[in-house]
């Protein structure tokens, strides 16, 4: 079964970076796998935040991350990484991996991880 694991939330100030892990397992194959980093904050609906497509690398980011936020993923070890630099207080959220899913639309993403908190303080 396909299983994701995310790791390296935790509080941290206004300015400050982050580094979010999703270890994947269960593939026998990546290459043709899109997968995402999402976030929900209280209250507010789940959004993507980035994605990428495993073999090729190309990647896309939501606007409100742009030049602060860079997925990518590690061949060797099936694993995806968020490096999140300049955080906001705005950024404060649950974190979320997901494989197998279109874009930022989160319905279709197949499968989940547990999330990892996120909390930028002022």
């Known amino acids: 079964a396909q299983v994701l694991v995310e790791s390296g939330g935790g509080s941290v100030q206004a300015g400050g970076s982050l580094t979010l892990s999703c270890g994947v397992s269960?593939?026998?194959?990546?290459?043709?796998?899109?997968l995402a980093w999402f976030r929900q904050a209280a209250g507010k609906e789940r959004e993507g935040v980035a994605h990428?497509?495993?073999?090729?690398?190309?990647?896309e980011y939501a606007d409100s991350v742009k030049g602060r936020f860079n997925v990518s993923q590690d061949a060797t070890k099936n694993m995806l990484y968020l490096q999140m630099d300049s955080l906001i207080p705005e950024d404060t959220a649950m974190y979320y991996c997901?494989?197998?899913?279109?874009?930022?639309?989160?319905?279709?993403?197949?499968?989940w991880g547990q999330g990892t908190q996120v909390t930028v303080t002022s």
């Open positions: 997901a494989s197998e899913g279109a874009g930022f639309s989160a319905q279709t993403y197949k499968y």
């Open positions: 269960g593939y026998t194959y990546l290459n043709f796998v899109r």
């Open positions: 990428i497509l495993w073999i090729s690398r190309e990647k």
